[in-house]
């Protein structure tokens, strides 16, 4: 059974630095998704990570695939108050594209 | 916007009632999976449909069933509520075919069961 743990799953940080959200799986997969949700929001696409040793870069925000490791990083860059959110990394199943999600992490970037 | 429209937004519904949520999807996406998520967790995937038939379902009993309708359209149902049906209620949609594809979400609805 495909299990994806993230960490941390609470994360209070000032502006202007800098962190890593893991997520870890615990089965073979080549696609990984980033997601985003504010409170009591739908969820909004990130990245899509397709192969080992993928990159992909949105403004301050970075992720990454491992996929020997079986581990992908969301990197945030000199955070700011806007990029307070939750967000979920998943993982697909390899099957018609079912997707198995973390927990979330939750994001609070203090002024 | 994600063009993907869920109705209604807010339910209230008593246990051993039966529910029906409804979602329009993207122009054109031919796959809808719909997804559970619970406050302060994530999403938990129910079942998808391609081409109006389902294929692929997650752990959860059969009174959890759908409809995908050739205009883009579909429906979860949920039979015999639970007090622990309570959730959020999410649609996805998109157009199967390459493997960047991204899965679009709905708003979602916020289901309560008392």
């Known amino acids: 059974e495909l299990k994806v743990e993230q960490n941390p799953l609470f994360l209070s940080m000032q502006e202007g630095k800098n962190y890593t959200i893991y997520c870890n799986y615990s089965t073979t997969s080549d696609r990984l998704y980033w997601y985003r949700q504010d409170p009591g929001k739908s969820l909004e696409s990130l990245f899509v990570?397709?192969?080992n040793g993928a990159v992909k870069q949105e403004g301050r925000l970075m992720a990454s695939l491992d996929t020997k490791a079986r581990l992908s990083t969301l990197h945030i860059t000199a955070a700011v108050h806007d990029l307070s959110a939750t967000y979920f990394c998943?993982?697909?199943?390899?099957?018609?594209?079912?997707?198995?999600w973390g927990a979330g992490t939750k994001l609070i970037i203090k002024p | 916007e994600t063009g993907v429209t869920q109705s209604p937004t807010h339910l209230i519904k008593t246990r051993g009632q039966q529910v029906t949520l409804r979602c329009s999807s993207q122009s054109g996406h031919n796959t809808v999976s719909w997804y559970q998520q619970a406050l302060g967790q994530g999403p938990q995937f129910i079942f998808q449909y391609y081409r109006e038939e389902e294929n692929g379902r997650g752990n959860f009993p059969p009174r959890f069933s759908g409809l995908q309708f050739p205009n883009y359209s579909s429906e979860l149902n949920v039979n015999a509520l639970e007090l622990d049906d309570s959730a959020l209620y999410l649609c996805a949609s998109r157009l199967a075919g390459g493997r960047a594809d991204t899965q679009y979400f709905g708003p979602g609805t916020r289901l309560t069961v008392l």
């Open positions: 998943a993982v697909d199943m390899g099957s018609n594209y079912q997707l198995i």
């Open positions: 990570l397709l192969s």
